[in-house]
Nanobody, 123 residues
């Protein structure tokens, strides 16, 4: 599995971004996928996850109602739509492929990671 995250950038508070995670080796369709983020000096934390069928998803409390995870298995791509961005959302965002088909909030359930994309939200 080779994951490539993209779509980050520098935006102002209240703006939106859509992150994409592409699996170039076309193995996404059997695995849950998660988005995580890591801010400077902090541990990597869970943001959102989606099952391989796209029929279940989880969100970290601070992003509920603002972020939406989705996937297009035909395109081997998972998206993270981020609306109403806040400075606290500033971090490097990583996508990861889970060991199983379901969605999971536990970082230990993820085995393959993308390289990360920087999201910076100014106030």
């Amino acid at each position: 599995v080779q994951l490539q995250a993209s779509g980050g950038g520098l935006v102002q508070a209240g703006d939106s971004l859509r992150l994409s995670c592409v699996d170039s080796r076309r193995t996404f369709s059997n695995n849950g996928v998660g988005w995580f983020r890591q801010a400077p000096g902090k541990e990597r934390e869970f943001v959102a996850s989606i099952s391989w069928r796209g029929d279940s998803s989880y969100y970290e409390d601070s992003v509920k109602g603002r972020f939406t995870i989705s996937r297009d298995n035909a395109r081997n791509t998972v998206y993270l739509q981020m609306n109403s961005l806040k400075p606290a959302d500033t971090a490097v965002y990583y996508c990861a492929s889970a060991r199983r088909a379901g969605a999971s909030m536990s970082i230990r359930e993820y085995q393959y990671w993308g390289q990360g994309t920087q999201v910076t939200v100014s106030s």
